[in-house]
């Protein structure tokens, strides 16, 4: 079972900061927090993770909380092309673990 | 790096029939996960490898369904007989090692119609 919570859907205007949010309250202190997210019709692609400090990449910037229960990934500069699905995932980071995908956030990036 | 290759990329075929879907892995990676989406259960790990051995295929729905990795670049994943609730988009990734497993790169799919 999906370990997080993320809303369905979401709207966000060409140009601004998109900010996906996704709760783990049951996080363990092993556990990372993983982001992906699959454009239509297309494979899942890998976009940032974190264990408990905030993480920037070329991508996106995740915000994770103090306590860790909960994070945000933030687009900054959102274009059509984010238009995508988007899973929030946390796992330990041992080779016996496996990734399991939840329902994710439908963001729709509008012009 | 050609990414994670799948083939073929659409298959249709008739209830019953064998069906064969094929990936080639990045090079140098060391686990290959088959996965299957569909739109009541999204995106399901079926099995996954370890340098060519499998690990975990606890979430293989059924004897119908069976993979191999005979080598390093190369894993199949096959359906016999396959059923009309086999239709899905069926996915292939690889990490490498020392990640944690954690960096998958995905292929673009094989979808799979069964008639």
């Known amino acids: 079972d999906a370990k997080t919570t993320q809303p369905p859907s979401m709207d966000c205007a060409e140009g601004r900061a998109a900010n996906l949010p996704c709760n783990h309250s049951?996080?363990?202190?092993?556990?990372?927090v993983y982001w992906y997210r699959q454009i239509h019709s297309q494979g899942p692609q890998y976009i940032i993770h974190?264990?408990?400090n905030n993480e920037t990449n070329e991508m996106a910037s995740l915000i994770i909380t103090e306590d860790r229960k909960s994070s945000t990934l933030i687009l900054p500069h959102a274009t059509l092309r984010d238009t995508a699905v988007y899973y929030c995932?946390?796992?330990?980071?041992?080779?016996?673990?496996?990734?399991?995908f939840g329902p994710g956030t439908r963001l729709s990036v509008l012009p | 790096d050609a990414g994670v290759i799948q083939s073929p990329r659409h298959e249709v075929t008739e209830m019953g029939q064998e069906v064969t879907l094929r990936c080639k892995p990045i090079?140098?990676?060391?686990?290959l996960f088959w996965y299957r989406q569909t739109m009541m259960r999204g995106l399901e790990l079926l099995i996954y490898?370890?340098?060519?051995?499998?690990i975990d295929d606890s979430g293989m729905p059924e004897d119908r369904f069976s993979a191999k990795m005979p080598n390093a670049s190369f894993s199949t994943l096959k359906i016999q007989p396959s059923e009309p609730r086999d239709s899905a988009v069926y996915f292939c990734a690889s990490s490498p090692w020392g990640t944690g497993a954690n960096v998958l790169t995905f292929g673009a799919g094989s979808r799979l119609t069964v008639l």
């Open positions: 490898f370890n340098n060519n051995v499998p």
């Open positions: 995932i946390v796992r330990a980071n041992n080779y016996g673990q496996n990734f399991v």
């Open positions: 090079s140098g990676h060391d686990y």
């Open positions: 974190g264990l408990k």
């Open positions: 049951t996080i363990s202190g092993n556990e990372y």
